[in-house]
Nanobody, 125 residues
């Protein structure tokens, strides 16, 4: 069983930056494809970014490409999401997720087996 814990959310102004962290325990983190998803009030959960087990491949939603960067440190069992130039429309609960059965990055939330509890990001205009 894998346990994921996100941190780093908060209230910021438009244009500011935040870095989210997700620490994993209980499993072979270095073998997992990792993803960040978000869900805004009244909206469906959406894919934000994903990273392969080695960190050699990444994928981003078009809405965040060029502003967000996903990275990982397998030694620390941590995946990060650096968010720059934040916009009010980035306001959501952000979740990290782990996929332990596929070596490629998936954008469907149903493809991820383990989820964190989420961290709130609020961007004021």
């Amino acid at each position: 069983q894998v346990h994921l814990v996100e941190s780093g959310g908060g209230l910021v102004q438009a244009g500011d930056s935040l870095r989210l962290s997700c620490v994993a325990s209980g499993g072979p983190f270095s073998l997992y494809t990792m993803g960040w998803f978000r869900q805004a009030p009244g909206k469906e959960r959406e894919f934000v970014a994903g990273i392969s087990w080695s960190g050699g491949s990444t994928d981003y939603a078009s809405s965040v490409k060029g502003r967000f960067t996903i990275s990982r440190d397998n030694g620390k069992k941590t995946v990060y999401l650096q968010m720059n130039s934040l916009k009010p429309e980035d306001t959501a609960v952000y979740y990290c997720a782990a996929d332990n059965s596929r070596p490629v990055i998936r954008r469907r939330g149903d493809d991820y087996e383990y989820w964190g509890q989420g961290t709130q990001v609020t961007v004021a205009s």
